[in-house]
């Protein structure tokens, strides 16, 4: 099952230009982190969330 709304494929910002979201599903499951089930925050956001947390790492989560 796939993320709806903010979180689908492709609506998470310019990252997913640059590390497409197949890419992230791709070593989600090659580590086997991905979710069994669709959460508040799933798995690739959460990879998303931390690639922009090291771009920009002077500010908070809050902030990225």
């Known amino acids: ?5 903010r979180f689908a494929p492709g609506h998470l ?3 997913t230009q640059l590390v ?3 890419m992230v599903d791709d070593a989600l499951e090659r580590t ?3 979710q069994s089930r669709v ?3 799933p798995s690739r956001v959460v990879v998303y ?5 090291c771009l920009f790492a ?3 989560y809050g902030q990225v």
């Open 39 to 41: 959460r508040l925050l």
């Open 32 to 34: 086997g982190a991905v």
């Open 58 to 60: 002077e500010l908070g």
């Open 13 to 15: 910002g310019e990252l």
């Open 49 to 53: 969330l931390l690639l922009a947390g």
């Open 20 to 22: 497409p979201f197949e």
């Open 1 to 5: 099952m796939v993320a709806a709304g």
